[in-house]
């Protein structure tokens, strides 16, 4: 039984998906379509207003709001390093104040907050599972992303192992 040689740092076991990463922004575009419609077919449906489907519904508001407020300070935060794709822009300089001073990936967190939020203000079950999957591919995207900063970055080692990827001191 042979050992899996582990990648070098700078590498990842993740595909690129494209020369800046174009396939997981493209996943990325999908699943917040798929929330964006079916959480609009959780609006059209006819749910009872039950005090717990309100406060799911006023929950998933104030979700949805602190998404908005969230990836405008991170791309605030970023100015000219933002790109929409995971591979940093090649002049890009790394940010470690503000709210990334806090997580490592607050875009990804906003618009994932943002996501869930929806499908609960819309009461739609598969709005939420699009979100739990947009979850699974920001984690994914996050690693294959943060392979390319450690490669460009030399100080991004020390960042990444003292600050979270998406939950401050949890995760």
Same mark, same amino acid.
């Given at each position: 039984?042979?050992?899996?040689?582990?990648?070098?740092?700078?590498? $990842?076991?993740?595909?690129?998906?494209?020369? @800046?990463?174009?396939?997981? =922004?493209?996943?990325?575009?999908?699943?917040?379509?798929?929330?964006? =419609?079916?959480?609009?077919?959780?609006?059209?449906?006819? @749910? $009872?207003?039950?005090?717990?489907?309100?406060?799911? $519904?006023?929950?998933?508001?104030?979700?949805?709001?602190?998404?908005? !407020?969230?990836?405008?300070?991170?791309?605030?935060?970023?100015? $000219?390093?933002?790109?929409?794709?995971?591979?940093?822009?090649?002049?890009?300089? =790394?940010?470690?104040?503000?709210?990334?001073?806090?997580?490592?990936?607050?875009?990804?967190?906003?618009?994932?907050?943002?996501?869930?939020?929806?499908?609960? !203000?819309?009461?739609?079950?598969?709005?939420?599972?699009?979100?739990?999957?947009?979850?699974?591919?920001?984690?994914?995207?996050?690693?294959?992303?943060?392979?390319?900063?450690?490669?460009?970055?030399?100080?991004?080692?020390?960042? @990444?192992? @003292?600050?979270?990827?998406?939950?401050?001191?949890?995760?």
């Amino acid at each position: 039984m042979t050992t899996p040689v582990p990648p070098l740092e700078g590498e $990842s076991r993740l595909p690129a998906l494209g020369p @800046r990463g174009e396939g997981w =922004l493209a996943a990325q575009i999908v699943l917040i379509g798929a929330i964006g =419609l079916t959480g609009l077919g959780g609006l059209a449906s006819a @749910r $009872s207003w039950t005090p717990l489907g309100v406060v799911a $519904s006023a929950g998933g508001v104030l979700a949805l709001c602190a998404g908005f !407020a969230i990836v405008g300070l991170a791309y605030a935060g970023l100015s $000219s390093n933002f790109s929409p794709f995971p591979r940093p822009v090649a002049d890009g300089e =790394l940010v470690e104040s503000g709210i990334y001073g806090h997580v490592r990936h607050p875009m990804y967190v906003g618009v994932l907050l943002g996501g869930l939020g929806w499908g609960l !203000a819309c009461g739609s079950v598969v709005a939420l599972a699009f979100g739990v999957t947009l979850a699974l591919l920001f984690d994914a995207k996050a690693r294959r992303e943060e392979a390319w900063l450690v490669a460009r970055h030399p100080g991004y080692a020390a960042y @990444r192992s @003292r600050t979270r990827r998406f939950i401050p001191g949890l995760y």
